[in-house]
């Protein structure tokens, strides 16, 4: 039984992490088109373009992650070497230059290219070290918890933070609205910084693993992996929900909500407001990232997953019959809570099953390729954001969506493009929840087959941890005679 403080050392690695991620996924589109000043078209094919790298680089890092040899481990190190770095290019990527189109699409492009591969830099080690910190998939489910847990803590304080700093630097400060964005981003960083480093402190590696083959082999045992392949289009599936419903959710609030929005509680008007509906979605995943241990104890990983997402299903078609009223914002409140539950729930359980696959392609293949094995879902994380926030920017081009200039009054919508923003809140995550649904059906680990992988792993380890204790008794008795 590792200790509390590492798991919540672990937790806070994701922490740093989420406030970036959750800024870029629900925000960054929409800073693109009415910020930055991009068009629809040229934001979505940034957005998708750029990600292309992380198909390169997310292996890449996993192979050099998995053969690195430190005293503080192979994947510890990265959390404090490349903190900085991931701060810096967060900040450069909310800031907006005074070039020409041109230019801007450059900064753009280098920008976005720069944040992703540091991101890479530092979270697929950061997912890899759940498969060192403890032999048991128990266990590692546990940390996973502790992990998205503290993941919603820091999507929570960004979200819920990220519009009143805006409005703050730009209303008390009178900073432009440009840079009113930029100065917001330097306040997350500088704490992302500071709990990447934390995490660095309060964790350890304590499972030792060699990988016994060259990396042309890992990458055969990589493609021949059953399980890999289907759990990857299974969280690029789960990925791709969650950014098409919250790289929407900026857009909705703006043309379908208002911006005077105003719900009732305790005979007090609080202002509804998409930092408002998404932070009370952060809490609701912690919620769900409690019962995660328990409901996948009881049901099993794979079916955990699939009833998860047919509740999804249930819960988003639901939300296109909601009202645009005062009770009907009640009605989105209470959706949003129930559906970020069970994305709670979803996000952990994801991570175990990675660790569970990592286990399965050690005792398979004989060779310790965590870095290999979690880059995939660092990938597919990544990917996932990629194809859901061009889609969300492509279909609201398509169907003739207006673009503001930053700070100028609100613009009419064409009803197309009003209904395009419902679908994207509702039928068409619907329908990538059921096609997560088709694809897990097929994942073989149960939770049998987890367990006799983990009982193989235990004895391949202890047979070559008793050999090598013989031969240093040898050594010993050889050197005194």
Same mark, same amino acid.
């Given at each position: 039984?590792?200790p ?8 806070l690695?994701?922490?740093? #992490? =989420?406030?970036?991620?959750?800024? %870029? +996924?629900?925000?960054?589109? @929409? /800073? ?7 068009? *629809? ?22 192979i ?30 909310f ?13 753009a ?11 890479t830099g ?9 498969g060192?910190?403890?032999? #048991? =998939?128990?266990?590692?489910t546990? %940390? +996973?918890?502790f992990?998205? @847990? /503290? ?7 960004? *979200? ?16 432009s609205?440009?840079?009113?964005w ?10 992302c ?19 016994q ?6 990458f055969k045992?990589?493609m021949?992996?059953?399980p ?29 909500i ?8 305790f ?10 509906? *998404?932070?009370i ?5 912690m ?31 639901a939300?296109f019959?909601?009202?645009v ?13 129930l559906?970020s ?36 879902s660092?990938?597919?994380q ?9 889609a ?10 207006v673009t503001?200039e ?5 613009v ?21 929840s ?8 097929f ?23 008793v050999?090598?204790?013989?031969d ?10």
């Amino acid at each position: 039984m590792t200790p509390l403080k590492e798991k919540i050392g672990y937790g806070l690695g994701d922490m740093s #992490s =989420s406030m970036f991620w959750k800024i %870029f +996924s629900y925000y960054l589109p @929409f /800073f693109y088109s009415n910020i930055f000043g991009l068009s *629809l078209a040229d934001a979505a094919t940034l957005v998708l373009v750029t990600r292309i790298w992380d198909a390169v680089s997310d292996p890449m890092m996993g192979i050099i992650a998995d053969r690195t040899t430190t005293r503080w481990g192979k994947y510890r190190p990265y959390l404090l070497w490349v903190a900085a770095p991931f701060s810096v290019c967060g900040i450069l990527l909310f800031t907006t230059p005074d070039l020409s189109y041109a230019g801007k699409m450059l900064w753009a492009y280098v920008t976005y290219v720069l944040m992703m591969t540091v991101y890479t830099g530092i979270n697929v080690p950061y997912g890899a070290m759940l498969g060192v910190v403890s032999d #048991s =998939s128990r266990e590692k489910t546990v %940390f +996973s918890s502790f992990r998205m @847990f /503290f993941a919603y803590v820091g999507s929570f304080i960004a *979200l819920a933070s990220w519009e009143p700093l805006c409005a703050m630097f730009e209303r008390s400060w009178g900073f432009s609205v440009q840079s009113s964005w930029q100065a917001a981003m330097v306040v997350i960083a500088a704490a992302c910084f500071v709990l990447f480093v934390c995490c660095f402190r309060l964790t350890r590696e304590r499972i030792k693993t060699v990988s016994q083959v060259g990396i042309g082999k890992d990458f055969k045992a990589l493609m021949r992996n059953r399980p890999w392949w289907i759990l990857i289009g299974a969280a690029l599936s789960f990925n791709l929900f969650c950014t098409v419903r919250g790289a929407t959710v900026a857009y909705f609030f703006a043309d379908i909500i208002g911006s005077d929005a105003h719900i009732m509680l305790f005979s007090v008007a609080l202002l509804f407001y998409s930092g408002l509906f *998404l932070s009370i979605g952060e809490v609701a995943n912690m919620a769900g990232v409690a019962l995660t241990v328990p409901v996948a104890a009881a049901l099993g990983k794979k079916t955990t997953f699939i009833l998860v997402n047919i509740a999804l299903i249930a819960l988003s078609i639901a939300f296109f019959f909601v009202p645009v009223s005062a009770a009907g914002y009640w009605w989105m409140l209470l959706l949003q809570v129930l559906i970020s539950v069970l994305t709670g729930i979803m996000s952990p359980l994801v991570w175990s099953m990675y660790a569970d696959v990592s286990d399965y392609s050690e005792l398979k293949n004989n060779t310790a390729s965590a870095g290999l094995i979690f880059s995939s879902s660092s990938m597919a994380q990544k990917f996932g954001g990629a194809v859901g926030g061009a889609a969300v920017l492509w279909l609201l081009d398509a169907c003739g969506y207006v673009t503001a200039e930053a700070g100028s009054a609100d613009v009419s919508q064409t009803p197309g493009a009003l209904s395009c923003l419902w679908m994207l809140m509702t039928f068409i995550p619907a329908g990538v929840s059921l096609l997560a649904v088709a694809v897990v059906s097929f994942y073989p680990l149960t939770t049998s087959v987890v367990e006799s992988v983990t009982a193989g792993l235990k004895e391949r380890r202890m047979s070559r941890t008793v050999p090598a204790q013989a031969d240093e008794m040898t050594d010993f008795a050889n050197t005194n005679t």
